[in-house]
Structure formats: C-alpha cells, structure tokens
C-alpha cells in the first residue's frame, strides 16, 4: 500500500474511532429515557403517565430513527417498524387513546429493549476502538514513565508485558503499535457491527414486515388508481378540446362543401382546402396524445434508445449511459421512462443546469437510474409535486427514489426498480 493509501486508512480509522466515542451521548440518553418510562408506565393509573410515556415513546422513537439514519450511512438499512397511528379524540380521551395504540404496537417495547441493551452493547462496540488506540498510546509512553509508574506502587503490567527494565519497556511500545493499527483497522468494522447489532431490534419483525407490506401495496393501489383516472381524465379532455373539435369542424366544412360544390365550386375548394390542413392538424394532435401515453421510441426501441431520444431533442448537454442488456416490462420500461422524463424537465426548468448526465443499468434484478445535473441543487420533495409524482409511479412497482441536492450542487437523482429481463436485446443488423 501507498503512503497516501496509509495516511487515507489511519485518516479515516481516526474519525470512525470517534465517531464511535460520540455513540455514547445518544446511549446515555436512552437510558435516561429508558428509565423514565419504566417509571412512569405503572403511574399511568395515577393519570401522570398517561401525559408523559407519549412523550418519552415519542422520543424514544426519534432516537431510534436517528440510529436508523446513522446505520443506513454505514450500509444497514432499517425500516421503520411502528404501526400508523390513528385519529385520535379530543382532551384525556384522546390521550388515553394514544397510549393504548403506542403500547400496543409491539415496535414500541422492541425499541425499549434496545435502548438498554445499546447502553451494553452499544458502548462496548462504541468504545473499542478508541480504547485499543488509547491503550496503544499509553503503551509507547512505557519507555518514558514505567520507572514513574512502578516507583507509584504499581505492579508494572502492561497487559500481559511484565514492565521491570528499559528493554521490557520498548517491548511493550511494540505491544502498543499493534494496539493502535488494531484500533484504527478495527474502527470502521465497530461501525458497521453496530449497525448490524441496531437492525437485530431496530427492524422491523417478519409480521411488522407483512404489516408494513400490505400498507404500502394499499397505498400504492390506491396511487395508481388515482393516477390512473387522472390520465383517463387528461386524454379525455385533449380528445375533446383537440382532435373532436377539429373532427367536428371538418365534418361541418365538408357538408358546407357538398353543399357549395354546384353554386360555388370556389368556395367549396376553399373549404376542402382549409379541411385537409385541419385533417393534418388533427393527426399531429393525435399522434402527440399517443406519444404521450406511450412513446412510439419506447415501444419500438426501448428504454435506452427512447431517453436518448429525449436527451437529443433537451436544450441542455445531457450524456446518457445505458447498460440494459435486454428488454425490460412495457410497464416497467414506462414508469422509467415518464421518471426519467420528468427529472430531466425539473433539470432544464428549475436547476439552472448546463450538463446533465443519465446512468441506465440493470443488475441483480433491479433497474438503477441515476440522473446528475450540475445546476445550483437544493431540490426538495417538499418544493413541488414532480418528485412525488415520481415516487407515486415508481411505488406502484415497488420502486424508490432518493435525492441528494446539496446548496449549490449538484443534484443527483437516484431510481430503483426491481424488474427483470423480459427479452435478450437484438443487436441490429
């Protein structure tokens, strides 16, 4: 390894050994919250407990989401298990309402159990580390102090280096390297573990899992549904106002004509004229109330060549990279398509973006979409309709998206669909 490379492992061992240290502030208030509402839960007959443990169980909860974030950024994703609560009545009724559903969400007394055992096992994962490293550094100071140390009444160990000479103090400086490269190479490695040891309660349950299932297909049936009607709505509202119209007036115009084609035979050709120019008007009108519903590009060439095609015809520089070996579902190929379509829109009108790069890739199963602009970031779910547009279509298949959109820039667009390989792609002739 390079010393760059070294520096870069000693670097990054040193943070996470004190991003471990700083576990502990959250651990302790657990257990603070712990405490307080094993206290307050027998005081509930007394009224007192029902206004407090919400409150702790809502913060109990907070602390868990905030472990849950950290895990994710350490590669463990955590769902969150807790059941949706419901409306709940005005005043005391309500509130003993509200402790009734958080009591009896099984998520609740999983979260308690992890507070307590993260203050144990937590800290000890937490800790280790930076103990190995501060034991490293006590280690190479033997040289210097053990004469100190052993004239203080100490027994002169340092672990399992009999400290009584100058030569067993360089010893134990030894002992004390390979305790700090243990620490900074174990440090990184903590994390990950306690991340891995938060999901074992954190998590949600296999029955919370089916749970949490169920509500989201119902959400995401009912999304569809929705969306569904509105599109039904929107072409029935660009049938009548375009093409009908134009159908109607042709039809009106012809009969005029007819009628005309004896007494005035030009103006009759006028109106012929003036219907064949509405006749491919009216075509226009339908082809591009098709090519909205479904591109032409898409159904012909698929996902790849039909983002191409809108990268081609976008003001700004978009670079499109496609990985799709093969077909993917109409549906699916669909979905990607209006997503990425919109994006890409957000990108042109809002972002201030010059270049814009697309990432397609199929692996494992799954469809990834990355979309990167280099406008001024800042992007938001809760800014707009557009993003969540998105995420309703993607979660009609299951699908997610993530936003990552920094003040500033840039701002990278992340979509996920699980999907597989309906067809091996033909190469053309």
């Known amino acids: 390894m390079s010393a760059s490379g070294v520096a870069?492992?000693?670097?990054?061992?040193?943070?996470?050994?004190?991003?471990?240290?700083?576990?502990?502030?959250?651990?302790?208030?657990?257990l603070v919250l712990f405490v307080l509402t094993v206290v307050f839960l027998p005081l509930m007959v007394l009224g007192i407990?029902?206004?407090?443990?919400?409150?702790?169980?809502?913060?109990?909860?907070?602390?868990?989401?905030?472990?849950?974030?950290?895990?994710?950024?350490?590669?463990?994703?955590?769902?969150?298990?807790?059941?949706?609560?419901?409306?709940?009545?005005?005043?005391?009724?309500?509130?003993?309402?509200?402790?009734?559903?958080?009591?009896?969400?099984?998520?609740?007394?999983?979260?308690?159990?992890?507070?307590?055992?993260?203050?144990?096992?937590g800290m000890v994962l937490g800790i280790l580390a930076l103990g190995f490293?501060?034991?490293?550094?006590?280690?190479?100071?033997?040289?210097?102090?053990?004469?100190?140390?052993?004239?203080?009444?100490?027994?002169?160990?340092?672990?399992?280096?009999?400290?009584?000479?100058d030569s067993r103090a360089w010893l134990a400086a030894l002992v004390g390297v390979a305790y700090i490269v243990i620490g900074f190479w174990i440090a990184p490695k903590m994390l990950q573990v306690h991340a891995k040891w938060s999901h074992t309660l954190l998590a949600p349950t296999r029955k919370a899992e089916m749970e949490l299932r169920v509500r989201h297909l119902t959400e995401t049936r009912t999304d569809a549904v929705d969306a569904s009607a509105a599109e039904l709505r929107r072409i029935e509202r660009d049938l009548h106002d375009g093409a009908q119209a134009r159908l109607v007036a042709m039809g009106m115009n012809l009969?005029?004509?007819?009628?005309?084609?004896?007494?005035?035979?030009?103006?009759?050709?006028?109106?012929?004229?003036?219907?064949?120019?509405?006749?491919a008007k009216a075509l226009n009108e339908l082809r591009d109330l098709v090519r909205g519903i479904h591109p032409p590009v898409l159904a012909d060439r698929g996902l790849g060549d039909a983002v191409r095609t809108i990268a081609l015809e976008n003001p700004l520089e978009v670079e499109v990279t496609v990985a799709i070996p093969?077909?993917?579902?109409?549906?699916?190929?669909?979905?990607?398509?209006?997503?990425?379509?919109?994006?890409?829109?957000?990108?042109?009108?809002?972002?201030?973006?010059s270049h814009v790069w697309i990432?397609?890739?199929?692996?494992?199963?799954?469809?990834?979409?990355?979309?990167?602009?280099?406008?001024?970031?800042?992007?938001?779910f809760a800014k707009g309709t557009g993003l969540r547009g998105i995420e309703r279509r993607l979660g009609t298949f299951d699908g997610t998206i993530a936003l990552d959109s920094p003040k500033g820039g840039p701002t990278t667009v992340t979509m996920e669909l699980p999907c597989e390989l309906s067809s091996p792609k033909i190469s053309p002739s």
């Open 8 to 30: 870069r492992r000693i670097r990054v061992g040193w943070v996470d050994a004190w991003r471990g240290l700083w576990l502990v502030a959250p651990m302790t208030v657990g």
């Open 49 to 121: 407990g029902v206004l407090l443990v919400p409150v702790f169980v809502a913060a109990t909860r907070a602390l868990a989401d905030t472990a849950r974030r950290r895990a994710e950024k350490n590669g463990v994703p955590i769902a969150r298990p807790y059941r949706p609560e419901p409306k709940y009545a005005r005043g005391i009724v309500g509130q003993v309402q509200r402790c009734r559903a958080l009591l009896g969400d099984p998520a609740t007394w999983r979260d308690l159990v992890w507070l307590l055992a993260e203050f144990v096992i």
């Open 133 to 165: 490293i501060a034991e490293g550094v006590f280690g190479l100071l033997q040289p210097w102090l053990w004469k100190t140390i052993t004239d203080a009444g100490d027994s002169g160990w340092y672990t399992f280096v009999k400290v009584d000479s």
């Open 255 to 279: 009969g005029a004509a007819e009628q005309l084609m004896d007494s005035n035979p030009d103006a009759a050709r006028a109106l012929l004229s003036e219907t064949r120019e509405a006749s």
């Open 326 to 353: 093969g077909r993917l579902e109409a549906p699916v190929e669909s979905a990607a398509y209006f997503a990425v379509t919109e994006v890409l829109t957000n990108a042109t009108k809002h972002a201030g973006a």
């Open 359 to 380: 990432d397609l890739r199929h692996r494992a199963g799954r469809l990834r979409i990355e979309v990167v602009d280099d406008g001024r970031g800042g992007a938001d």
